[in-house]
């Protein structure tokens, strides 16, 4: 006769784990997978960390092999079980996007939600896979192993009325080849997206705008001699702002940072020594330069809503 396997019970070691991990899944499911793969694992098996927590916890921690094994594919389940209630019979939207890990791999993000008229929708992190490459197939891909997993039994064609992306032209082609099996579904790139695009060639046209606000990056940059002087003769102004460039509108925010504080940024760069470094001197020239302070003015005046 086979023998019947049976999951043990939840000792409370193991319900402090999971209670965690769905404590976290709130907050979004993506840290759960981010704690399972780097940082889990590793402190369970460490005798300290098994200590810290029969001290603090009252509890015996479980194995991590038992943990990944047993446990874990019930935490899987009662989420997506979850997810599925919520979604109920409504009509919903989806939205995905990619994006690259810490190794290099392009990740594929799909998350869902119901289209309610008279709530804002709570989305789900439904779905994340590993792509070999972007393009409208692994997009695609995507989008229908998001819809299995969610409706097992059959997808409801019917009621998919909106698909949300960027502007990028593979997921242009792929809602266009998913527009044949989801003829209710409306493709929406986002509006965000193209303000970017706006903000970056809106860079290009105040080229020496761009220098300034690239060399007092570097002047203040992990220099705390530099940010005190900042502190001691401007001790109202905020210190200098860094963009960086792929997060969306944060170069105009830079831009009006300084033209709110250029007098006093232009009084403080003066104050350096410009042999210290190159970055200090070209500095020095752009604040004297006439053009800049009428560019940012320009930008202050008619690109502030930008952000």
């Known amino acids: 006769m086979e023998k019947v396997r049976v999951a043990p019970a939840l000792t409370k070691g193991s319900r402090v784990v999971i209670e965690l991990l769905m404590g976290l899944y709130v907050l979004h499911p993506f840290y759960v997978w981010l704690l399972w793969r780097y940082w889990w694992l590793r402190p369970m098996i460490q005798q300290s960390f098994r200590t810290f927590m029969q ?14 094994k047993t446990y874990l594919k019930k935490l899987f389940e009662e989420t997506i079980h979850r997810i599925r209630c919520s979604i109920g019979d409504d009509r919903i939207w989806i939205s995905i996007d990619e994006t690259t890990d810490i ?4 990740v594929v993000n799909t998350i869902i939600s119901v289209l309610n008229p008279d709530t804002p929708s709570v989305p789900f992190l439904l779905y994340s896979d590993i792509a070999e490459r972007t393009n409208h197939i692994s997009v695609a891909e995507a989008f229908t192993d998001s819809l299995n997993l969610l409706w097992p039994d059959g997808v409801h064609h019917g009621r998919i009325l909106l698909f949300v ?21 409306i493709h929406v790139t986002c509006v965000v997206h193209g303000l970017h695009r706006l903000c970056e060639e809106i860079r290009v046209l105040f080229p020496q705008v761009d220098n300034l606000i690239a060399h007092m990056k570097k002047v203040s940059l992990k220099s705390t001699s530099r940010n005190q002087t900042l502190r001691t003769i401007a001790p109202t102004v905020p210190q200098p702002s860094r963009p960086i460039i792929t997060r969306w509108g944060t170069w105009i925010v830079a831009a009006l940072y300084y033209a709110e504080h250029f007098g006093a940024l232009h009084q403080i760069v003066d104050e350096l020594d410009s042999s210290e470094a190159a970055a200090i001197a070209k500095s020095q020239e752009l604040f004297r330069y006439s053009g800049v302070i009428a ?4 930008i202050a005046a008619n690109l502030s809503e930008f952000p």
């Open 103 to 106: 190794e290099g791999q392009f």
């Open 295 to 298: 560019n940012l003015a320009f």
């Open 165 to 185: 992306t960027d502007g990028a032209s593979y997921m242009k082609s792929a809602a266009q080849c998913l527009r044949v099996l989801f003829p209710k579904m």
């Open 55 to 68: 001290k603090r916890c009252l509890a015996d921690m479980p194995n991590h092999t038992t943990l990944r």
